[in-house]
């Protein structure tokens, strides 16, 4: 079955500064990638996601940059601000599994 | 309408109840899911219906039932939980359910249950 690895855990960044987030997958058939946010007491949700014939996604301050080849894909967050702080959870298609997690804390 | 309403908020029970969580969506997607959440972990896959047939049970013991009476609900029973089995239970529905591209997983805010 698919299995979704991402790094790092925890990730903490001063306000205005740049945030990355990276996961890997390993079903090759696996053809769409979503990234969620979750915050305190709240259900995930979607902030952007790409599709396997895309390399590279933008929505104003986040992208996502896909590598079928390597079969990794990242979240970019840039100008980071407090309300960013958050728990932030990959997923590869293929029985929607998440990765692990990354915990933001933006510093102000 | 792209909420997904799920009730109760919290509920605490014991090992020999019977009560059951359940999940409203009125965005016309086909697809709906459970997933459980324990503290600090990423949500996991317990059941996925699409048109309203099970699709996909990720080896879930049989004291969780779940029941989508049509396009719009889902149910979750509980019967004999262990305290192990305390955790948020999520809701969520998709436009897609089939094979590989869900799309969008629309998600509801949980119901966090307690087991005494």
């Known amino acids: 079955g698919e299995n979704v690895e991402q790094h790092p855990s925890t990730l903490s960044v001063q306000e205005g500064d740049s945030a990355v987030i990276k996961c890997t997958y390993s079903d090759s058939a696996s053809n769409y990638f979503p990234w969620y946010k979750q915050e305190l007491g709240k259900g995930p949700q979607l902030i952007i996601d790409i599709r396997s014939n895309v390399g590279e996604k933008k929505d104003q301050r986040i992208a996502v940059t896909l590598n079928k080849t390597a079969k990794h894909f990242s979240l970019h967050i840039t100008e980071t601000q407090p309300e960013d702080s958050a728990v932030y959870f990959c997923?590869?298609?293929?029985?929607?599994?998440f990765g692990a997690g990354t915990r933001l804390t933006v510093k102000p | 309408d792209t909420e997904v309403t799920q009730t109760p908020k919290h509920l605490v029970m014991g090992m020999t109840n019977k009560k059951s969580l359940k999940c409203e969506q009125h965005m016309g997607h086909r697809a709906m899911y459970w997933y459980k959440q324990k503290a600090k972990k990423p949500p996991e896959l317990m059941f996925v219906y699409s048109y309203e047939k099970l699709s996909i049970n990720e080896s879930v013991p049989s004291r969780f039932s779940p029941e989508c009476p049509n396009s719009s609900l889902l149910n979750l029973h509980l019967h004999a939980l262990q305290p192990e089995d305390s955790a948020l239970y999520l809701c969520?529905?998709?436009?897609?359910?089939?094979?590989?591209?869900?799309?969008?997983?629309?998600f509801g805010e949980g119901s966090r249950l307690t087991v005494l």
């Open positions: 997923a590869a298609s293929r029985r929607v599994r």
């Open positions: 969520a529905s998709s436009q897609a359910g089939r094979g590989g591209d869900t799309g969008e997983l629309f």
